[in-house]
């Protein structure tokens, strides 16, 4: 008697229990899905700037204990993954319609994923995140849960985006950089540096006002769209610094590790005004360049500014980040193709 074909290959080691080939299968695309839903491969980019706030300290303030900073690392980033994915989740929740027009491939309209398994994730990651924001403020020598109230604060401006703010032309836009710039201070609530802040606040609404044009979104960016952000980053900017400077921030020893972050600032607009100028991509394909770059270039924010402030290390680990970024967002892509075919094989195989 030949032995089945549906029966995994080597099922004996460890006693493992013998499953379909066809089983295995459904379970990666439904995995697959799950990734693609929450954008995982993206969210490390929030992750590197909540660790860069929570390790970027003045030079003359001693680092906190190395275990300490770890198991802060740790919860923060759990916060900060659950954040983006519950972001990305909600958006295609709030979008399946339109998706099934205009996008879809992706996992709602596609069907890989259904309705109820969808908000049951969004769910799941926002109160994980709220959970483990909470958690840090026993490690933070605070009586007030800063951190609980940030992350509150910053799931709240993703519903806002996600339900209105998007179709709102330039609101919409500073919302977006004004989520990365509260979400960011979450590991670090009583920091009184807010470079980083500033830079993401005013890069990430700039690149998305340059791609919104590009893209040909609806609603139609106006006049009043442009000063809307313009005038939004400067009050924003200006309040940050007041409170810098209220906290004695603004002091002579913070301002070299703003040298990295501003050499990076140069080169990414340099980049930008080159790929802007390329007459053989059409404007769609520019502005959407300019975001996924825009987006890994948050990386190189962060790890110059720590790696400018003397904080070699930490530079280095927001360095493996973006290795790991890189690393799964290529990875998914591939995935995603590769797997496409088999599974449309395997499902005309199972109906024959």
Not at 244 to 272: F, K, Q, S
Request: hydrophobic share 55%; charged share 15%.
């Amino acid at each position: 008697m030949s032995p089945r074909r549906d029966i995994v290959p080597f099922a004996f080691l460890g006693g493992m229990p013998q499953r379909p080939i066809g089983s295995i299968i459904q379970l990666m695309f439904r995995l697959l899905a799950l990734l693609q839903l929450t954008r995982a491969a993206l969210a490390f980019t929030a992750i590197a700037d909540a660790w860069t706030v929570l390790l970027l300290r003045p030079p003359s303030v001693p680092a906190d204990p190395m275990w300490l900073l770890i198991l802060r690392m740790i919860i923060t980033g759990v916060v900060s993954a659950c954040l983006y994915g519950f972001g990305m989740a909600l958006n295609d929740l709030l979008d399946a319609r339109r998706d099934r027009i205009f996008a879809r491939h992706r996992p709602i309209p596609s069907g890989r994923i259904g309705w109820r398994t969808a908000i049951i994730t969004a769910l799941l990651l926002m109160m994980t995140a709220l959970f483990a924001a909470a958690m840090l403020m026993p490690l933070s020598n605070t009586y007030w849960p800063l951190s609980f109230l940030l992350a509150f604060a910053t799931a709240l401006l993703i519903v806002f985006y996600d339900a209105t703010s998007k179709y709102l032309g330039g609101l919409g836009l500073l919302t977006l950089g004004l989520v990365r710039a509260i979400h960011c201070m979450i590991g670090n609530p009583q920091t009184p540096l807010l470079f980083l802040s500033m830079l993401l606040l005013t890069h990430v609404a700039l690149i998305s006002l340059v791609a919104y044009r590009y893209e040909n979104k609806r609603p139609r960016l106006k006049w009043w769209d442009v000063a809307t952000v313009i005038t939004g980053l400067v009050v924003l900017n200006t309040t940050a610094l007041a409170y810098m400077y209220w906290r004695g921030a603004l002091v002579t020893e913070n301002l070299p590790m703003l040298i990295g972050p501003g050499i990076a600032a140069l080169v990414y607009l340099l980049w930008a005004t080159f790929t802007l100028r390329q007459k053989k991509l059409t404007p769609r394909q520019r502005g959407e360049r300019l975001i996924l770059m825009g987006l890994f270039w948050l990386f190189i924010y962060d790890a110059s500014i720590l790696v400018s402030n003397g904080q070699y290390l930490a530079g280095v680990a927001i360095t493996l980040l973006l290795v790991c970024a890189i690393v799964s967002f290529f990875g998914l892509r591939w995935l995603g193709r590769r797997l496409t075919q088999p599974r449309l094989t395997y499902r005309a195989s199972s109906q024959n």
